[in-house]
Nanobody
Framework: QVQVVESGGGSVQAGESLRLSCTVS????????MGWFRQAPGKEREGVAC????????TYAASVEGRFAISRDNAKSTLYLQMNNLKPEDTAMYYC??????????????????WGQGTQVTVSS
């Protein structure tokens, strides 16, 4: 059974940074692409970023391109999301989950039971 645990969220001011982490168990982490997703109150869950097995191919939603960076440490079975120059519209619960595709298809919300509890990011202006 795949389990993910997200951490690193918090409350920050606009323009500040946060680094999210996600530890994964129950699968061979190095074999699967991974993605970050977020859901703001009253909105649908959306893809933020995804990365391939080896950490060399990353894709971002247009809203975060140039501000966020996804990375992974396969030895630690951990996924990261470095978020810089945060904006109030980045406020959401953030989730990580294995995905089936890389590239833009990897940003589509997957049909999976592997969702974790998420980590809350709140950005005030």
């Amino acid at each position: 059974q795949v389990q993910v645990v997200e951490s690193g969220g918090g409350s920050v001011q606009a323009g500040e940074s946060l680094r999210l982490s996600c530890t994964v168990s129950g699968l061979i982490f190095a074999d699967v692409p991974m993605g970050w997703f977020r859901q703001a109150p009253g909105k649908e869950r959306e893809g933020v970023a995804c990365i391939d097995w080896g950490g060399t191919i990353d894709t971002y939603a247009a809203s975060v391109e140039g501000r966020f960076a996804i990375s992974r440490d396969n030895a630690k079975s951990t996924l990261y999301l470095q978020m810089n120059n945060l904006k109030p519209e980045d406020t959401a619960m953030y989730y990580c989950v294995p995905v089936s595709f890389i590239g833009s298809r990897g940003l589509s919300v997957p049909d999976t039971n592997a969702w974790g509890q998420g980590t809350q990011v709140t950005v005030s202006s």
